[in-house]
């Protein structure tokens, strides 16, 4: 059995609903006044339960007796659609922008922190370096204990030859006085 223009029709506005998302589908209920003075009780629905809401209503047996009518209405149900469409993906793109800027920023931040951090251990690598080469010359200047006890012998034999020495002057000098 051959499908009419407006089976056609509904099911291409039926596929085009499934690819809305939810809040699109309220709004689209809106549109329709399927929601009427209960506009809330649509808010409360699943995207299921809107998509075969809508879809019963576009599939009412009143449309196809509207003929042209009928088909209108679905053409600008529709263009109602691909309004909506278009929509949601603007909103898609910007908030995929900004969720990108975000984190860019965050990006940024956390490479300027990594740059303070590697600037801070260079800092201290450096410290470190001038703080061990003043440690090393202050052990290269401090005699170690071996050449210690060297300078200590030098030092005792040339007091004990300085005390030798001054006990053999002691001696010849009342020898020289007397002469």
Same mark, same amino acid.
């Given at each position: 059995? =051959?499908?009419?223009?407006?089976?056609?029709?509904?099911?291409? /506005?039926i596929r085009e609903l499934c690819l809305l998302p939810r809040e699109s589908l309220v709004e689209l209920c809106d549109y329709l006044i399927i929601a009427g003075t209960e506009f809330e009780y649509m808010t409360d629905k699943g995207r299921t339960a809107l998509i075969t809401l809508i879809s019963n209503h576009i599939q009412r047996?009143?449309? =196809?007796? #509207?003929?042209?009518?009928?088909? $209108?209405?679905?053409? !600008?149900?529709?263009?109602?659609?691909s309004e909506l469409q278009v929509t949601w993906e603007a909103d898609t793109l910007r908030q995929v922008k900004e969720q990108q800027k975000r984190q860019d920023g965050e990006e940024e931040r956390i490479l300027e922190?990594?740059?303070? #951090?590697? #600037?801070?251990?260079?800092?201290?690598?450096?410290?470190?370096?001038?703080?061990? $080469?003043?440690?090393?010359?202050?052990?290269?200047?401090? @005699? $170690? @204990?071996h050449s210690l006890r060297r300078v200590q012998s030098k /030092?005792?034999?040339?007091? !004990?030859g300085t005390k030798t020495l001054k006990t053999l002057a002691k001696l010849v000098s009342p020898v020289r006085k007397t002469s």
């Open positions: 059995m =051959e499908s009419t223009k407006l089976d056609k029709l509904q099911l291409e /506005v047996g009143e449309l =196809e007796k #509207l003929e042209d009518k009928g088909m $209108s209405e679905l053409l !600008h149900l529709q263009d109602k659609i922190e990594i740059e303070a #951090l590697q #600037l801070q251990l260079a800092s201290t690598r450096k410290k470190n370096e001038n703080e061990e $080469s003043r440690i090393n010359e202050k052990l290269e200047a401090k @005699p $170690s @204990p /030092v005792l034999r040339l007091t !004990h």
